[in-house]
């Protein structure tokens, strides 16, 4: 299978505290991008990192890209209730005309 | 910023018939679409990429009998389930990409979906 997988599946966390998402992909690609999902809902895109760039913020998220180790995070700091969805990670692989997402996890965060 | 109109939102339909699922760029060309379907609390499954004049291609597993799609103008790409039954039911969604690869910053804009339901 072509998708990357993401870890941990699930997350529940307080309010206030930090999430971490991690997510592992299989080809070279050209950009990772992170998305977010609200339960029946459609995507949000977050935040795109390109493969020459090893971190992003935006706002409460930052993202890291390692592609020696074909792996990303996702950190939300000071999280909010309204952060509660599900995440998920999608590459952008070189050579392809496709974005593949992850296998997601979903965030809850508690008030 | 480019958006893309995805329609119906929700559709239920009788096993047997087919149901067209229509995505439409609004303000960009799109010269590719793809088509994505989600299970309940599962990631997205690529089903299907199209291009503007051209067949579609499909991803591994996917029926191309069963799963139609037309790309016939730059704005406009559908989807139809023909002869759906209850195992179609999910959430379908397309995506539009508007600028050639290697070009693009960000090139994907989602649509926001289709809950289809069988019965």
């Known amino acids: 299978s072509q998708q990357g997988e993401e870890d941990p599946q699930a997350l529940s966390i307080q309010e206030g505290e930090n999430a971490t998402m991690n997510c592992s992909y299989k080809t070279s690609i050209n950009n990772l991008q992170w998305y977010r999902q609200n339960s029946g809902r459609g995507l949000v895109h977050l935040i795109l990192?390109?493969?020459?760039?090893r971190e992003k913020h935006s706002g409460r998220l930052r993202v890291t890209l390692d592609t020696s180790k074909k792996s990303s995070s996702l950190l939300i700091t000071a999280s909010r209730a309204a952060d509660t969805a599900s995440y998920f990670c999608?590459?952008?692989?070189?050579?392809?005309?496709?974005?593949?997402f992850g296998t997601g996890t979903r965030l809850q965060v508690f008030p | 910023g480019a958006v893309v109109s995805q329609h119906p939102s929700r559709v239920i339909c009788k096993s047997g018939t087919s149901v067209k699922i229509e995505c439409r760029s609004l303000d960009f060309q799109a010269t590719t679409m793809f088509w994505y379907r989600q299970f309940p609390k599962q990631s997205l499954m690529l089903m299907a990429t199209?291009?503007?004049?051209?067949?579609?291609?499909?991803e591994q597993g996917v029926e191309k009998d069963k799963f139609l799609i037309n790309h016939a103008s730059l704005t406009l790409s559908t989807l139809t389930v023909t002869s759906a039954h209850p195992e179609d039911s999910s959430f379908y969604i397309c995506?539009?990409?508007?600028?050639?690869?290697?070009?693009?910053?960000?090139?994907?804009?989602f649509g926001s979906g289709t809950r289809l339901t069988v019965v």
């Open positions: 990192i390109r493969s020459n760039e």
């Open positions: 199209s291009n503007e004049g051209s067949k579609a291609t499909y």
């Open positions: 995506s539009a990409r508007a600028l050639p690869q290697g070009e693009a910053f960000y090139g994907y804009t």
């Open positions: 999608a590459t952008d692989a070189t050579n392809t005309d496709k974005l593949i």
